[in-house]
């Protein structure tokens, strides 16, 4: 019961911070320099394009790159909870690795999408409430998976070693 419960819960989250990471991206994607227009993001893409020695084209095409980036980890966070339902129901079985593959690089991208706006209190809170989702959802799927998941991939690191 509680096991199940975790699942879901772990899964809501996880449909939450898609819905988030698509959002974003559809708003970057609707307005017409993307996202260099907007205050310190639009600084550090400009800056990061500097590196690159972009030329000014090139800014706004990595702006575009950038925004696509957002949609396309809001839907794979979306396809593993749809994935994950379809297991579930089709063959009763309950694998959650794309679930933590995609927590991984969304907690990762959301440390890299904060870089920018981290001098601000704001920017602080919100890459800290969404690596907070993601650690919780994360240890919600551990706990759904049991302990013989662990111990089994325990044994099998313990084989790959020798």
Same mark, same amino acid.
């Given at each position: 019961?509680?096991?199940?419960?975790?699942?879901? +819960?772990?899964?809501?989250?996880?449909?939450?911070?898609?819905?988030?990471?698509?959002? *974003?991206?559809?708003? *970057?994607?609707? @307005?017409?320099?993307?996202?260099?227009?907007?205050?310190?993001?639009?600084?550090?893409i400009?800056?990061?394009?500097?590196?690159?020695?972009?030329?000014?084209? &090139?800014?706004?095409?990595?702006?575009?790159? /950038?925004?696509?980036?957002?949609?396309?980890?809001?839907?794979?966070?979306? +396809?593993?909870?749809?994935?994950?339902?379809?297991?579930?129901v089709?063959?009763?079985?309950?694998?959650?690795?794309?679930?933590?593959? =995609?927590?991984? #690089?969304?907690?990762?991208?959301?440390? #890299? =999408?904060? *870089?920018? #706006?981290? @001098?601000?209190?704001?920017?602080? @809170? &919100?890459? #800290?409430?969404?690596?907070m /989702?993601?650690?919780?959802a *994360? &240890?919600?799927?551990?706990?759904?998976?049991?302990?013989?998941?662990?111990?089994?991939?325990? &044994?099998?690191?313990?084989?790959?070693?020798?």
């Amino acid at each position: 019961m509680l096991r199940g419960l975790a699942r879901f +819960t772990a899964y809501a989250i996880a449909l939450l911070m898609s819905a988030v990471w698509l959002t *974003s991206a559809l708003a *970057s994607l609707k @307005q017409p320099l993307f996202d260099v227009g907007r205050a310190h993001v639009g600084d550090a893409i400009i800056a990061f394009a500097d590196m690159l020695a972009l030329p000014p084209d &090139g800014v706004l095409r990595l702006a575009h790159m /950038l925004a696509g980036l957002k949609l396309l980890l809001g839907a794979y966070l979306l +396809t593993a909870i749809v994935v994950a339902a379809y297991e579930r129901v089709r063959w009763r079985t309950s694998g959650d690795e794309m679930l933590g593959l =995609a927590l991984y #690089v969304s907690a990762v991208a959301s440390i #890299v =999408a904060a *870089s920018p #706006v981290m @001098q601000t209190t704001v920017g602080l @809170q &919100g890459c #800290v409430g969404e690596l907070m /989702l993601c650690a919780i959802a *994360s &240890g919600l799927a551990a706990f759904a998976r049991g302990p013989q998941a662990a111990m089994r991939a325990r &044994g099998r690191a313990a084989l790959s070693a020798i």
